[in-house]
């Protein structure tokens, strides 16, 4: 047992601290030579994807018995950090397979789904997505107009369409990922609220295609984002995921999972900020002497760094006690990604201001950390809507504050 005072918030065991110098190695040599590229070309870099496979990353969550690592939400967030500090949109393409596919898939999924899907998730053989928002639903999701109707041979068919599906296509010729966990309105309940369900719709699944390939994004440009079509899509009875119309309890689980990552991101992004920063501060020279004498940057730096180690704090306290197997942990993970993804993108603002025109080029990064932050304030849930839940949270149970 290591004294209290000798534990590291941010790598409390053995096996977090080896997984973080382990992820940190392969991000610096891999992930952080390609990211300006991809992100230029609007590309996703599918093949580095599939490495993360073999190093047992794609499901850091998923039981060994199906080809994951079996870890926990500490070890998730430790990966989308070191991810984000080299390559903020690849993160985001793991995220999506990784969080939104695979740990939904392993929490939820029957024995049957998870032995002839995850394996070929985990090891990279196949690319997964979620889709739930839709071209007319994003935060109100209740209301999606999505729809899957059971047929008398027990098959379902799924109509209608999903919007900025991450992963969604794997490439600009619009070839659609491997499979993609659906979410369909299957009915009402007595209260007249939507019902929802889950689905996994396949490549080939007859009446499923990709709409478009999302092009020109802000930022997140090395992540692919589709529209997908549903038309007439059939999808055999062994396609639905636990019992028709429990879905809602899936999507509100994964999405605590989803945030705290989202927030893991943020603290990625703010760090590399602060780094990029604090480097240029000591090598440009103003006025005969290093732009770190003067106080005005001293400021930018000073606030930066203090925020990205409480973001730190804040992130890890949560990811150490979120229990992958139950929900109701929304109160703190609405909270980590409603704080930092905003610090991350003043921080990343910040090193650009520092870093004068070069800060405004791709060669000196901090602009693509900038451009990609943004999206983590609307993607896996809008700041309104954290806002929106805490609040709602509070004012059931305020405990927390005495
Ligand atoms: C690059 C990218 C990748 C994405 N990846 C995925 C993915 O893989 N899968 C997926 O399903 N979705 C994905 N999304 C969709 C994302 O989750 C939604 O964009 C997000 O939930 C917001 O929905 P919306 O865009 O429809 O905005 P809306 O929900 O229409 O919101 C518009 C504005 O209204 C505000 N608003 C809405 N309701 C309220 C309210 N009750 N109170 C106060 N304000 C409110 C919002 O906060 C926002 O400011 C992605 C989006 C992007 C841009």
């Excluded at 850091?60 to 990966?79: P, S």
Aim: glycine content about 8%; hydrophobic content about 40%; proline content about 2%.
């Amino acid at each position: 047992m290591v004294d209290w005072k000798e534990l590291d918030i941010a790598n409390p065991t053995e096996e977090h601290a080896m997984l973080r110098g382990m992820v940190r190695d392969w991000v610096s040599s891999e992930v952080e030579p390609q990211a300006l590229e991809f992100d230029r070309n609007e590309q996703f870099n599918v093949n580095l994807m599939r490495e993360m496979g073999e190093l047992g990353l794609l499901g850091i969550t998923a039981q060994e018995e199906y080809g994951g690592a079996g870890m926990d939400a500490l070890a998730a967030a430790i990966v989308h950090e070191e991810i984000s500090y080299s390559d903020p949109a690849f993160a985001l393409s793991y995220l999506a397979h990784s969080m939104l596919f695979v740990n939904n898939l392993a929490r939820n999924g029957s024995d049957e789904q998870k032995s002839s899907v995850l394996p070929k998730v985990c090891s990279g053989e196949w690319i997964a997505a979620m889709a739930m928002s839709e071209p007319d639903v994003g935060t109100d999701v209740m209301s999606m107009s999505t729809t899957a109707e059971q047929r008398p041979d027990g098959s379902w068919v799924i109509n209608g369409r999903k919007m900025w599906i991450t992963n969604g296509c794997i490439d600009d010729d619009g070839t659609p990922c491997d499979v993609v966990w659906t979410y369909a309105k299957t009915g009402v309940d007595s209260n007249g609220r939507s019902q929802i369900s889950t689905f996994l719709v396949y490549a080939d699944s007859p009446g499923f295609s990709v709409g478009q390939k999302i092009v020109d994004k802000t930022g997140m440009r090395a992540s692919n984002t589709a529209e997908l079509v549903y038309d007439d899509c059939i999808v055999s009875a062994d396609s639905l995921v636990g019992s028709q119309g429990e879905s809602m309890i899936h999507m509100m689980r994964n999405l605590e999972l989803e945030r705290l990552t989202l927030g893991a991101m943020s603290v990625g992004i703010a760090r590399r900020a602060v780094f990029e920063m604090n480097r240029y501060a000591s090598e440009r020279e103003a006025f005969g002497k290093p732009i770190r004498k003067f106080g005005q940057i001293q400021r930018y730096i000073g606030q930066s760094f203090a925020e990205w180690r409480a973001m730190e704090a804040y992130l890890y306290n949560v990811a150490r006690k979120m229990d992958l197997e139950k929900s109701g942990q929304r109160l703190d993970s609405d909270g980590i990604k409603l704080v930092s993804t905003t610090l991350a993108k003043e921080i990343a603002d910040r090193a650009m201001q520092v870093m004068g025109g070069y800060g405004y080029v791709g060669e000196y990064v901090v602009e693509r950390l900038w451009r990609d932050a943004k999206l983590l304030e609307i993607g896996g849930g809008t700041l309104e809507s954290h806002q929106k839940n805490i609040t709602n949270d509070l004012s059931k149970d305020s405990s927390i504050l005495g």
